[in-house]
């Protein structure tokens, strides 16, 4: 099973909520996750769980058509916690963006294999990544906040999803982060 987690508007909290659902899913459900942060310019997911990743998500996206399961494990950085993160890096590797979408499906195949669940990080800016976990996924979640802007901006990616990527409403979940009980 997988899930994805993206902002409706910048700042909304998805990398927050991925993170802690991913946590959650691997300590207290005891299922075998495994956290993809897809912002392939930042990659924040490692900051948050305080983690220092040896090989990140670029490479094993390079090397996706050769990979098995065992060589797939040095490409993934261990919590304490059991769960698992792949994630971008600040190193100097490029990648080749037309082929993006289709290194992370094979990427998504071993994932697959490996773990109970799949839990994506992805930035509001769609690109093919994203696009790409955004259709295999079981849910995919929209995070936003109490704020017109943000509102608006949900609407707009529902239907985006809905009509442009095909994902049915029902797998869509709206969150709203940092709720205020008065707020408009």
Do not use: C, W
């Not at 996750?33 to 094993?60: M, N, S, W």
Request: charged fraction near 15%.
């Amino acid at each position: 099973r997988s899930t994805v987690f993206m902002n409706a508007s910048g700042g909304s909290g998805a990398t927050f909520l991925a993170t802690s659902i991913a946590h959650l899913l691997q300590v207290n459900s005891h299922r075998d996750t495994v956290l993809v942060d897809l912002d392939l310019q930042f990659g924040p997911v490692p900051h948050y769980l305080d983690v220092h990743p040896k090989r990140d998500l670029i490479q094993a996206l390079g090397a996706a058509g050769e990979l098995d399961q065992i060589a797939l494990q040095g490409y993934l950085t261990p919590h304490g916690s059991g769960l698992h993160i792949l994630s971008a890096t600040q190193s100097p590797t490029t990648l080749d963006r037309d082929t993006v979408g289709e290194q992370l499906r094979n990427l998504q195949d071993l994932l697959a294999v490996r773990f109970d669940h799949l839990v994506y990080d992805v930035p509001s800016q769609l690109d093919a990544a994203g696009v790409t976990a955004i259709q295999h996924a079981g849910d995919v979640v929209i995070v936003m906040q109490q704020s017109l802007p943000s509102l608006r901006n949900a609407v707009r990616l529902v239907g985006l999803l809905g009509d442009a990527l095909s994902v049915p409403r029902e797998r869509m979940v709206i969150a709203i982060n940092r709720y205020r009980k008065g707020a408009d």
